[in-house]
Nanobody, 125 residues
Framework: QVQLVESGGGAVQAGGSLRLSCVVS??????MSWFRQAPGREREGVAG????????YYADSVKGRFTISRDNAKKTVFLQMTSLKPEDTAMYYC????????????????????WGQGTQVTVSS
């Protein structure tokens, strides 16, 4: 069983920044990702990382604004979000893939196996 605990969400104005954190247990070399879900909208994968190598993936909608990173010693994956837009408003979830390949992870196509309870991000105009 994998446990993930997200934190760091909040309410900001457009153009602001937030940093989300996800503590993972157990923490191993794997594909980790962040996805978001807004009411009435489909789930959207926004970023992924291979924790061993640090290689990353970003959705086009967040490329250049969001940065995914990890601190292996702290067993934590981060999502730094800058230049936030109202359309970024959503519940953000951290997820782990137990069946993955480097290729699938870095295309944002790895199957999501476990995710946390989510953290709400609200961006006002």
């Amino acid at each position: 069983q994998v446990q993930l605990v997200e934190s760091g969400g909040g309410a900001v104005q457009a153009g602001g920044s937030l940093r989300l954190s996800c503590v993972v247990s157990p923490y191993t070399d794997r594909c980790m990702s962040w996805f978001r879900q807004a009411p009435g909208r489909e789930r959207e994968g926004v970023a992924g990382i291979v924790t061993g190598s640090g290689s990353t993936y970003y959705a086009d909608s967040v490329k250049g604004r969001f940065t995914i990173s990890r601190d292996n010693a702290k067993k934590t994956v981060f999502l730094q979000m800058t230049s936030l837009k109202p359309e970024d408003t959503a519940m953000y979830y951290c997820a782990v893939s137990t069946k993955w390949s480097i290729s699938s992870c870095l295309r944002g196509a790895a199957e999501l196996s476990y995710w946390g309870q989510g953290t709400q991000v609200t961006v006002s105009s």
